[in-house]
């Protein structure tokens, strides 16, 4: 049987460990939240730059 100290010790690795997962887990978030939005940025450049070589936007025609 476990005595309160080690039971408290072993809630506290588990809060650790709980931690460490939702720490890595939001920072491959970021990284690829971080991806995605100069994806959209490039995107928007590049379209951009068709708009104006064809002489204005979808929204212009």
């Not at 100069?38 to 730059?49: A, K, N």
Request: zero cysteines.
């Amino acid at each position: 049987m476990t005595t309160p100290k080690e039971r408290d010790e072993f809630e506290r690795m588990r809060l650790v460990a709980q931690i460490e997962r939702a720490r890595t887990f939001i920072k491959q978030y970021e990284e690829h939240q971080e991806f995605y939005r100069q994806q959209v940025e490039d995107s928007r450049y590049e379209l951009g730059r068709l708009d104006e070589r064809l002489g204005g936007s979808e929204d212009e025609r």
